[in-house]
């Protein structure tokens, strides 16, 4: 059987000490004068339960640096091993005035290291009187919320999903472990107390990785500095005007906010759509964003068609700025990337040598189909961002789509109220580069945001930050 070693009662008057000095820091002024500091301790005293709290928290950020009377709660001692210290350290006989004779403290420190002052062995001589050792409960419950917040922050840079049950969990672990003879298990009000004193609260998870990723974390940052490295030698082989930066993302046909006012206290919020697969079916668009912060003119989307081509009465509305493709699905494979590069690349648009960063989407690599569409006079030269990087690297993912879908779902919004008829789940109504419109009127409005698309180039490191 093990527990801790410590025994608060006997230091009462340096915790009162302690807890004054925290008091007169907490109500820190300007002033350090006498009068200053007085003021300061006229403050009305803490609540008791945040006074529990207060002593508990000193006990852990002490407990692995001080090693006095006070704060032996960061290891467990076995009984029989203190119990062995108790033993050994008196001598045989008794001093002139009548005390036990007891050996040099040095010989002490020496043959059991986990006495460290004066006060240990004091402690030892108050043991021996006892006839036995009692430890406090205090410090039982210190060590085991030292445990547990050591062992709780491991779980969370382990990736793993943490409840109030889980730490009882641990809680029952750690008791278990160092056979720890004690009730304790934790009350909701003690692991509400213990979390917000430890800064350790429910939180919304954001995004669900692989565990290799995961594992593979320290690799990938290793090889997003590399590549940002070895993007900034390629731009200085090409105009700014000849580099792109290409991806390609899924848009729902109806974007709507998340969240939505209501009254409260109500449980089925309702919200009306002109069609149930507006918000299930999507099409993608696959912009070009200039190394200067302009986007390309014009915008390829992908719609999906039951037939795999668009219809031909009526034909689809031929917006200006719009390059239109038709599949039996959205999600664009090699034939499509082909009809990209013919389209769009390889026009007069665009620079007849350029420089394309791409994620790590499988057919970038294709040459061969890129460049069976390849006029003799064009020249292309495709740089990868390593896979898992794009979200942190790449302009267009952190700041284009953010602000695309931001701006698409300012307008469906805004349709719902004022345009009754407007039926944005239809491919004209995306299209259309008519009041109300929603794919051609966003993209007319970023091609004059040159200034804030310069800047993702420089949030991802790939442009510094200043030119």
């Known amino acids: 059987m093990s527990l801790p070693f410590l025994n608060i009662n006997r230091r009462s008057q340096n915790w009162n000490g302690r807890i004054r000095n925290w008091r007169t820091e907490s109500y820190h002024c300007s002033s350090n004068t006498k009068m200053g500091i007085w003021n300061r301790m006229r403050k009305p005293l803490l609540k008791p339960v945040l006074m529990k709290i207060l002593i508990l928290t000193m006990i852990q950020r002490n407990a692995s640096s001080r090693l006095n009377g006070t704060s032996l709660a960061s290891s467990l001692l076995a009984i029989s091993k203190v119990w062995e210290a108790v033993l050994f350290y008196p001598l045989n006989g008794f001093n002139r005035n009548g005390s036990q004779k007891r050996r040099k403290p040095s010989s002490m420190f020496a043959k059991f290291k986990f006495l460290k002052t004066d006060n240990d062995l004091r402690r030892l001589v108050d043991y021996e009187k006892a006839g036995e050792i009692k430890p406090d409960s205090r410090a039982i419950i210190a060590f085991i919320s030292a445990q547990l917040y050591e062992r709780t922050i491991k779980e969370i840079k382990s990736g793993h999903i943490l409840h109030d049950s889980v730490l009882h969990s ?88 998340k969240r939505t006012l209501a009254e409260t206290g109500t449980e089925t919020i309702e919200i009306v759509t002109s069609s149930a697969t507006g918000i299930t079916h999507s099409y993608t668009v696959l912009p070009m964003l200039r190394l200067d912060g302009l986007l390309h003119p014009k915008l390829y989307v992908v719609f999906a068609e039951p037939s795999g081509s668009f219809p031909q009465n009526p034909p689809p509305y031929n917006a200006p700025n719009l390059v239109l493709a038709a599949a039996k699905g959205h999600i664009m494979g090699k ?47 495709t740089i990868i961002i390593p896979p898992g990087a794009t979200g942190q690297i790449q302009p267009l993912d952190i700041g284009i789509f953010r602000q695309f879908k931001k701006f698409m779902k300012n307008l469906t919004e805004y349709a719902q109220r004022k345009e009754k008829e407007f039926k944005p789940h239809q491919r004209d109504s995306i299209i259309k580069d008519a009041k109300p419109s929603v794919l051609a009127d966003v993209l007319s409005h970023f091609s004059r945001m040159e200034t804030i698309c310069l800047v993702f180039w420089r949030l991802c490191g790939q442009l510094p930050s200043k030119m």
């Open 335 to 381: 034939d499509l990337m082909a009809d990209f590069f013919e389209r769009v690349v390889f026009t007069d648009d665009v620079a007849d040598d350029v420089l394309l960063v791409a994620d790590s989407w499988p057919c970038w690599r294709i040459d061969d189909v890129i460049d069976s569409v390849r006029p003799p006079n064009k020249k292309v030269k």
């Open 170 to 257: 641990i809680i029952s672990e750690i008791i278990d472990d160092y056979q720890i003879e004690t009730d304790f298990y934790g009350s909701p009000n003690w692991l509400n107390t213990w979390k917000r004193a430890h800064r350790i609260s429910s939180r919304r998870i954001t995004i669900f990785v692989s565990k290799k990723r995961f594992l593979d974390k320290d690799v990938l940052l290793q090889k997003m500095d590399q590549f940002v490295k070895d993007a900034r030698v390629a731009f200085q082989g090409f105009d700014p005007l000849s580099t792109y930066n290409l991806d390609q993302s899924g848009f729902q046909k109806e974007l709507f906010t």
